[in-house]
């Protein structure tokens, strides 16, 4: 059974940093490409960043370019979101997903991925 759980969500100040970190069991992450999403309150759930099956692309929103990285380890079989320089406006639930798709490239379009967390919250604020 695939499952994905998210952690590492917590406040924040504006500018701060946070690491988010999505742990799969029942697959491997270097088997399905990987999404983080956020959604704020009142606010569609949008892709944040992704990493393909190769790991060798990402994607990022333009809100996120320059200060938010994806990466992943397999051996700990975790992607992380390594999130610089926060904003207020990156208050949400971040959740993290897989497309078993088999897409050799990666999307940040939620319809694309059917495997999701139950997310973390993220508030930054001072």
């Known amino acids: 059974q695939l499952q994905l759980a998210e952690s590492g969500g917590g406040l924040v100040q504006p500018g701060g940093s946070l690491r988010l970190s999505c742990t799969a069991s029942?697959?491997?992450?270097?088997?399905?490409?990987i999404g983080w999403f956020r959604q704020a309150p009142g606010k569609e759930r949008e892709g944040v960043s992704c990493?393909?099956?190769?790991?060798?692309?990402?994607n990022y929103a333009d809100s996120v370019k320059g200060r938010f990285t994806i990466s992943r380890d397999t051996a700990k079989n975790a992607v992380y979101l390594q999130m610089n320089i926060l904003k207020p406006e990156d208050t949400a639930v971040y959740y993290c997903?897989?497309?078993?798709?088999?897409?050799?490239?990666?999307?940040?379009?939620?319809?694309?991925?059917?495997?999701w967390g139950q997310g973390t919250q993220v508030t930054v604020s001072s």
């Open positions: 997903a897989a497309d078993t798709s088999m897409n050799y490239y990666c999307s940040n379009e939620k319809n694309d991925y059917d495997h």
């Open positions: 029942g697959f491997t992450v270097d088997y399905y490409s």
């Open positions: 990493i393909s099956i190769s790991g060798k692309t990402t």
